[in-house]
DNA sequence: CCTACCGATCGGTAGG
DNA sequence: CCTACCGATCGGTAGG
């Protein structure tokens, strides 16, 4: 009972990821969730209490997500171009197993109502934040160019938070693949000839 | 008379591309915009036809500068990298001068409804179309490295379109820095020795 | 540019 | 999980 419960929920949560995504939050309605799901309206809520609840788990997870993927990587014992190579990886790889949700999570959180919204907005400082450390600590060891952290953290993601946009499981790219070549990119350009 | 009317529609357009950059186009009511404005929400149709006319505006409007600042660009007698420069400056030129109607074309286009969604569709794969172009003519003449020019060039949008987000006229880079920094980065990267 | 108003739709609840 | 329904709000119009 309360594992089929479950499932429905879950299913619910899926549809409304795809939905929220495609036509966003404020566009979509709770009839277009239930006509998607295949129920009335009104039986929605009793498997979720609002609509914003499920914006708001949405934007928990991959939260979390984020946070799982990135934590590990912040103790590892390498040189700053190599962290950022695999903190790029973990970030690539969210999106990539959460195309809809991290769609959501990037636009859509701005209808979080308070405390969600500050919640959020910390949360994305802190994880803005250890990218920067990363990036700073690189240029004291020289890895890096003098470049200022912040700006570079925000072009940095700008690229990556872009992928959902044009990424196709079954595209001409693997993960792995656009891990690669997003990192080459980002580090060392597509010029061939270096003007100083 | 005709001049004031044109003021008065001008101005509601600014309230709405501010609006709808906050808020959203599907989340901001016309009581909204009319409030903003100081006027009553029917008086706003003296003006304008619809809530959608409006946005089309905005996206046709931006649509036509971003036009208007490459097409000279493309013409010039310039290696690949030094036209890849110009266009960058001009992009970011186009974004930074309208910060609120560029947040509206990035993002909300897709509430237009036929046939201008499809315009839409059409005008931003010409414009990426003359971005690969330039980059397909730098790895033919070797200056770029023969990376995939299409994904090269959703990377270089990524980046430029998410420069609304972060820019303040008043902060602490100039249009032309951002330009100048973002173009070093994405054509040399920020590894200072580059592994092969 | 306003008052007054339209039908449609919104998120959500009552009660079964 | 449904039928029936709530008050609020939507984009837009009529008429002055």
């Given amino acids: 009972m309360g594992k089929k419960k479950g499932q429905r929920k879950e299913h ?8 929220f995504r495609e036509r966003g939050y404020a566009a979509t309605s709770m009839r277009d969730l239930a006509t998607a799901v295949g129920i009335e309206a009104a039986s929605l809520y009793n498997h979720i209490r609002s609509k914003e609840e499920i914006l708001q788990g949405i934007c928990a997870d991959i939260a979390n997500q984020f946070f799982l993927a990135l934590n590990p990587i912040k103790e590892l ?12 990886h973990a970030h690539i790889q969210v ?11 990037l636009h859509e959180w701005r209808f979080l109502s308070e405390p969600f919204l500050s919640e959020f907005k910390t949360m994305r400082s802190n994880y803005e934040a250890d990218y920067v ?5 690189g240029i004291e ?56």
């Fill in 12 to 19: 619910i949560y899926k549809v409304a990821q795809n939905l």
């Fill in 77 to 88: 014992d390498l040189t700053a171009d190599q962290k950022l190579k695999r903190a790029i």
């Fill in 95 to 105: 999106i990539t197993n959460n195309l809809d949700a991290s769609a959501v999570f």
């Fill in 133 to 137: 450390q990363i990036i700073e600590k």
């Fill in 141 to 196: 060891e020289g890895v890096f160019k003098t470049i200022d952290p912040k700006f570079y953290c925000l072009t940095l993601f700008s690229s990556l938070n872009w992928i959902y946009e044009w990424y196709k499981p079954d595209g001409k790219f693997t993960v792995y693949e656009i891990s690669k070549q997003l990192s080459h990119l980002l580090l060392n350009g597509i010029r061939k000839t270096e003007i100083v």
